[in-house]
């Protein structure tokens, strides 16, 4: 099992920007995927952004060219920089990390998210 710790939200105003990171407890190439996502009121969570243990990165088109992922593998974290943030981007964000331990057993972890809030 995998700990992840997301800090760095708060509220922002529209047009501005945050950079979420993600503290993970293991070394980040033994992750297949860490994946950042998000879930507003009433809505289901969403994948935005995920980078794999080569580096790879993809986005989701609603946060293509606005947020960028990324990594430091030295401190074992990643991070989500968020700019031209817009009202509807207002949600919880959580750190997913996916891949197997050392038994091969499949994980699927996720940290207790971080409050981002964007006024208009």
């Known amino acids: 099992q995998v700990q992840l710790v997301e800090s760095g939200g708060g509220l922002v105003q529209a047009g501005g920007s945050l950079r979420l990171t993600c503290a993970t407890s293991?070394?980040?190439?033994?992750?297949?995927?860490m994946g950042w996502y998000r879930q507003a009121p009433g809505k289901q969570r969403e994948l935005l952004a995920s980078?794999?243990?080569?580096?790879?990165?993809n986005y989701a088109e609603s946060v293509k060219g606005r947020f960028t992922v990324s990594r430091d593998i030295a401190k074992n974290m990643v991070y989500l920089q968020m700019d031209s943030l817009k009202p509807e981007d207002t949600a919880v964000y959580y750190c997913?990390?996916?891949?197997?331990?050392?038994?091969?057993?499949?994980?699927?972890?996720w940290g207790q998210g971080t409050q981002v809030t964007v006024s208009s």
């Open positions: 980078i794999n243990s080569g580096g790879s990165t």
């Open positions: 293991t070394n980040i190439f033994s992750i297949a995927t």
């Open positions: 997913n990390a996916k891949g197997w331990g050392p038994t091969l057993a499949f994980y699927d972890d």
